[in-house]
């Protein structure tokens, strides 16, 4: 079983950054992929930024140039680094991961960006 724990979200003002973080119950290397996605209210859930076992990165266009995907080996953690935040970033953000096809997800923490 794998077992996914977000932390770092929070209320942050318009411009503001927050880093993401998702600890991982097994090694990090062992996925196929690993992913944040958010969901607004009202909205699907959509695809933030991803990161391949091979370290290859991928961003939806909007959040290209102001968010930062990473990972930590060692300590068995994916980060994202939002910079430039904007109130249409808020949503709860999910961080994901495939293991051998199948998804594993954890329960998401809320960014909010507001004045």
């Known amino acids: 079983q794998v077992q996914l724990v977000e932390s770092g979200g929070g209320l942050v003002q318009p411009g503001g950054s927050l880093r993401l973080s998702c600890a991982a119950s097994r090694n990090i290397f062992s996925f196929n992929a690993m992913n944040w996605f958010r969901q607004a209210p009202g909205k699907e859930r959509e695809l933030v930024a991803g990161i391949s076992s091979g370290g290859i990165t991928n961003y939806v266009d909007s959040v290209k140039g102001r968010f930062i995907i990473s990972r930590d080996s060692m300590k068995n953690i994916m980060y994202l680094r939002m910079n430039s935040l904007k109130p249409e970033d808020t949503a709860v953000y999910y961080c994901?991961?495939?293991?051998?096809?199948?998804?594993?997800w954890g329960q998401g923490t809320q960014v909010t960006v507001s004045s």
């Open positions: 994901n991961a495939y293991l051998l096809g199948v998804p594993f």
